[in-house]
Structures are given as C-alpha cells and as structure tokens.
C-alpha cells in the first residue's frame, strides 16, 4: 500500500507554526526567519514532506514556473540553449515548463499549455511568434522574451546576438584574406537571424563592389549540403560564410565530396561556435555567439518584468568574436 504524504498542515502541528509561514519557507525568495525556518524543515525531513509545487501556485497566484518554447531541437546549439536556461532559473528559484514546437509558428494548443500551468513568464527561441499570439499573451500580463531572434513592432524584450555586426565583420574577414568569389548559404528568410546575417555580409561586400551568391540551407546539413554542391558546381565561390554551423559542417562535406580541399580551394566560416566546430575533421571557422552573457541577460530581463508588471521591453544587442580555426585562410588564386 502506498504510503500517505505528509502535508503542510501536519508539517505546521510538528513545527509549532502557521501553514502561512510552511508555505513561506518552501517559496523562493519569501521573508520568514531563520528560527522558523530550521523548525519547518526540521518538522517537513522528519515527515518526508515534499511541498505540491502546483497546489501552492495555485493558492499564491505564484508558481515560479517559466514557459520555454523551442523549434529546432535538432541543432546542437539550442538544447545546450536550454540546459544553460533550464540552470540559470533554477539557481533563482524558477523552473521551466518546456514545450517542443513542430510547426514554425507558435500554435493555439502551445499557448493554452503554457496558460494553465499559470507560467509567470516565457523565452521563446527559434520558433515564430504572430503578433496575435503575442497579444494573447500580453492580456494574461505574461511578459514574453524573445531570445536569438526579433520580430518587429511585437511588444516583447529582445536578447539577441548582433548579427548584422557579426555578418560584416566576416564579410570583411573574407575580403582581407584576398577572397573574390562569395557566396552566403542562407537559413531561413522568415527568421531576423538569417537575415541580418546576410544584410550584413552584403554590406561589407557591397563596399568592394561584390555580390554574393545566395542559397537556402534551411539551418540544416542536408539542405545545406545540397545547396554547397549546386553553388560550388555552379558558381564556384571560393569563400562561403553559412548560417550557422550545422549548415557549415553539410558545406564542408560538400565540398570534400567534389573533391575540393578546404580550406585551399574554399574557405567556409560558419555561426555559433557549437562543440562540433572544433572537431579535427571539420576544424571550422565561425562567429562565436556570447551564449552565457545572453541566457544571464535574458533572465535578468524577464525576472524583472515578472515581477515589475508595468515595465517597458528592451532590446539587447551583444557582440560576439571570431574562432579562426583551419577551414578559412588567405586565398591564392591559382
């Protein structure tokens, strides 16, 4: 027979105190003194007393629960996202409610999820939010962040990496190293991270009076594979700046496919900086994203609208730097 939990009010008759001041003790961040304190959890180890988390949330209107909501869990990048989140709520006092989004764009069912779990607030990582969703979110007065990503004119905070920035740079990176022929393999065109990745190569090349070849990856090795074998077929760059660095490694077998050498025949630099860049097969080049000042910033962020209702959005733009490593060097034309 399974044997019957303590619960809070048995923990208060042991500890000599109110149910109030229990439920102090196992919220996160309440006031109630240390005397008190030792007593109730003395009183709770003595009963194996686990408080209902939910049930508590429930009395308070507080359930210190966050709601992360990710697309492409098949990127290395963003299950490490959501571990360094999932640790960085924990340390205060918060828990994630994560939800694995299969379409590109946020659905009705995601959201009234996130509703009756009364989460507190939400990230919101590579998948689409409308300006409906978005809305529905804003009468709950559930504050939204929107991390590694912008939608324009949607009333969220913003914590994302400078693209833009980063895309020149390692236009002009390229350009340095004596490069002529470019190409960009994009991910997706409704994302503001591919975008400014490209709007940025673009204008760094634009300033020598370059252009460069596009193709689509869709932030994936095959479709980046694929396209790596159309343009070094076709167009024949000898540099191509990807993405993001799944897609960089699909360029690089390409290319070896062909039979080209890399980074001799052409460089490729990749985004993100993910544990497999350093690999010795792969070797690559990329723009390392300040992953642990964001997820720190973006939960600064949130934690103060949570508690502040009333605060304005931001939006937070961080630099990151480049990892040269062996799949980028200077270009001889032969």
């Given at each position: 027979?399974k044997k019957k939990q303590a619960n809070a009010v048995e923990v208060a008759e042991r500890a000599g105190v109110s149910q109030s001041t229990?439920?102090?003790?196992?919220?996160?961040?309440?006031?109630?003194?240390?005397?008190?304190?030792?007593?109730?959890?003395?009183?709770?180890?003595?009963?194996?007393?686990?408080?209902?988390?939910?049930?508590?949330?429930?009395?308070?209107?507080?359930?210190?629960?966050?709601?992360?909501?990710?697309?492409?869990?098949?990127?290395?990048?963003?299950?490490?996202?959501?571990?360094?989140?999932?640790?960085?709520?924990?340390?205060?006092?918060?828990?994630?409610?994560?939800?694995?989004?299969?379409?590109?764009?946020?659905?009705?069912?995601?959201?009234?999820?996130?509703?009756?779990?009364?989460?507190?607030?939400?990230?919101?990582?590579?998948?689409?939010?409308?300006?409906?969703?978005?809305?529905?979110?804003?009468?709950?007065?559930?504050?939204?962040?929107?991390?590694?990503?912008?939608?324009?004119?949607?009333?969220?905070?913003?914590?994302?990496?400078?693209?833009?920035?980063?895309?020149?740079?390692?236009?002009?990176?390229?350009?340095?190293?004596?490069?002529?022929?470019?190409?960009?393999?994009?991910?997706?065109?409704?994302?503001?991270?591919?975008?400014?990745?490209?709007?940025?190569?673009?204008?760094?090349?634009?300033?020598?009076?370059?252009?460069?070849?596009?193709?689509?990856?869709?932030?994936?090795?095959?479709?980046?594979?694929?396209?790596?074998?159309?343009?070094?077929?076709?167009?024949?760059?000898?540099?191509?700046?990807?993405?993001?660095?799944?897609?960089?490694?699909?360029?690089?077998?390409?290319?070896?496919?062909?039979?080209?050498?890399?980074?001799?025949?052409?460089?490729?630099?990749?985004?993100?900086?993910?544990?497999?860049?350093?690999?010795?097969?792969?070797?690559?080049?990329?723009?390392?994203?300040?992953?642990?000042?964001?997820?720190?910033a973006s939960v600064e962020i949130l934690l103060r609208e949570i508690r502040q209702q009333d605060t304005e959005p931001v939006t937070l733009?961080?630099?990151?730097?480049?990892?040269?490593?062996?799949?980028?060097?200077?270009?001889?034309?032969?």
């Amino acid at each position: 027979m399974k044997k019957k939990q303590a619960n809070a009010v048995e923990v208060a008759e042991r500890a000599g105190v109110s149910q109030s001041t229990v439920s102090r003790v196992f919220t996160p961040g309440a006031s109630v003194s240390e005397k008190a304190r030792r007593r109730v959890l003395e009183a709770a180890e003595e009963l194996g007393y686990r408080p209902n988390a939910l049930a508590r949330g429930l009395i308070t209107n507080k359930t210190n629960m966050v709601g992360l909501i990710m697309r492409d869990v098949q990127n290395p990048f963003y299950p490490d996202i959501l571990d360094k989140f999932t640790r960085g709520l924990r340390r205060h006092g918060y828990h994630v409610l994560f939800v694995h989004t299969e379409q590109d764009e946020i659905q009705a069912e995601e959201i009234t999820q996130f509703l009756e779990y009364s989460v507190e607030g939400i990230i919101v990582t590579d998948a689409l939010l409308s300006s409906s969703v978005a809305a529905q979110f804003a009468e709950h007065h559930i504050p939204v962040l929107l991390f590694n990503r912008y939608v324009k004119h949607a009333p969220c905070s913003v914590v994302c990496c400078d693209n833009y920035a980063a895309g020149g740079q390692i236009g002009n990176y390229l350009l340095q190293q004596g490069h002529q022929a470019f190409a960009y393999i994009a991910g997706s065109s409704d994302t503001s991270t591919s975008r400014d990745r490209e709007e940025g190569f673009r204008a760094a090349l634009w300033q020598r009076g370059v252009e460069p070849a596009v193709e689509a990856g869709h932030y994936t090795y095959e479709g980046s594979y694929e396209a790596a074998l159309k343009l070094l077929q076709d167009v024949r760059p000898d540099a191509i700046f990807c993405a993001n660095d799944i897609m960089a490694l699909g360029a690089i077998d390409a290319a070896k496919f062909l039979g080209l050498a890399v980074p001799h025949d052409v460089s490729i630099v990749g985004f993100d900086d993910i544990a497999m860049a350093a690999w010795p097969p792969y070797a690559l080049t990329t723009w390392k994203q300040p992953v642990d000042e964001m997820i720190g910033a973006s939960v600064e962020i949130l934690l103060r609208e949570i508690r502040q209702q009333d605060t304005e959005p931001v939006t937070l733009l961080l630099p990151g730097e480049l990892v040269e490593r062996n799949s980028a060097s200077p270009f001889k034309k032969s």
